[in-house]
Nanobody, 122 residues
Framework: QVQLAESGGGSVQAGGSLRLSCAASRYTLCMAWFRQAPGKQREGIARIYTGSGSSLYADSVKGRFTVSRDKTKNTMYLQMDSLTPEDTAMYYC??????????????????WGQGTQVTVSS
């Protein structure tokens, strides 16, 4: 099991930027960012393999968001640029310790952070 702690959420105007961080208590195979807006399902938006740095993005954020990691700190980041009100949601990080496929669905991950709120105003 791994403990995850997100930080960096907040309120920003449309067109602005935010950087989220997710610190893990131990090394993981991969980590991912999900988000959930009120009344909607949790959506996978970015994934990164800790070792190789290979990343994957949902179409909704591709070209605007960048996922990265610092292996020495067991920390994943999400740089969010060109934010729109549609990006308003609770953002969660998730991790998979070992084995299997690191996809973009909730079933691919066993450990979750508490979430950090991102609010984008028009």
């Amino acid at each position: 099991q791994v403990q995850l702690a997100e930080s960096g959420g907040g309120s920003v105007q449309a067109g602005g930027s935010l950087r989220l961080s997710c610190a893990a208590s131990r090394y993981t195979l991969c980590m991912a960012w999900f988000r959930q807006a009120p009344g909607k399902q949790r959506e996978g938006i970015a994934r990164i393999y800790t070792g190789s740095g290979s990343s994957l993005y949902a179409d909704s954020v591709k070209g605007r968001f960048t996922v990265s990691r610092d292996k020495t700190k067991n920390t994943m980041y999400l740089q969010m640029d060109s934010l729109t009100p549609e990006d308003t949601a609770m953002y969660y990080c998730a991790a998979r310790l070992r084995g299997g496929y690191c996809g973009m669905t909730t079933v691919d991950y066993s450990d979750w952070g508490q979430g950090t709120q991102v609010t984008v105003s028009s």
